[in-house]
């Protein structure tokens, strides 16, 4: 049974920093990807970053590009997105998925496994 959990999300000022753990378990490291995703009231759901758990292959959207960094520890079990200089446009419900694949795309449609999403807010 694939379970995720995330972490760290919390109220940050503009300009700030966070890190968000997704925690997962029931995942195979030979043929799977975590991505990272969010979605704000009335929007879509965005696809900032994925990685695959064998060999850190990533990929990332023109939104994250710049400024959210992930990375993996495959002993502990843990995927995590380092967010660097958060706007206030970046507020959000951030989610990380599974996806029994490598990484090879950004879209939600196709990841089939969710954590319950966890609260970024930036605010002065």
């Known amino acids: 049974q694939v379970q995720l959990v995330e972490s760290g999300g919390g109220s940050v000022q503009p300009g700030g920093s966070l890190r968000l753990s997704c925690v997962y378990s029931g995942v195979s490291l030979e043929s799977s990807a975590i991505g990272w995703f969010r979605q704000a009231p009335g929007k879509e759901r965005e696809g900032l970053k994925c990685?695959?758990?064998?060999?850190?292959?990533?990929l990332t959207s023109d939104t994250a590009r710049d400024r959210f960094i992930i990375s993996r520890d495959n002993a502990r079990q843990m995927v995590y997105l380092q967010m660097n200089a958060l706007k206030t446009e970046d507020p959000a419900t951030y989610y990380c998925?599974?996806?029994?694949?490598?990484?090879?795309?950004?879209?939600?449609?196709?990841?089939?496994?969710w954590g319950q999403g966890i609260q970024v807010t930036v605010s002065s």
């Open positions: 990685i695959t758990l064998k060999d850190g292959y990533s």
């Open positions: 998925s599974a996806d029994p694949e490598e990484c090879w795309t950004l879209s939600h449609l196709v990841y089939d496994y």
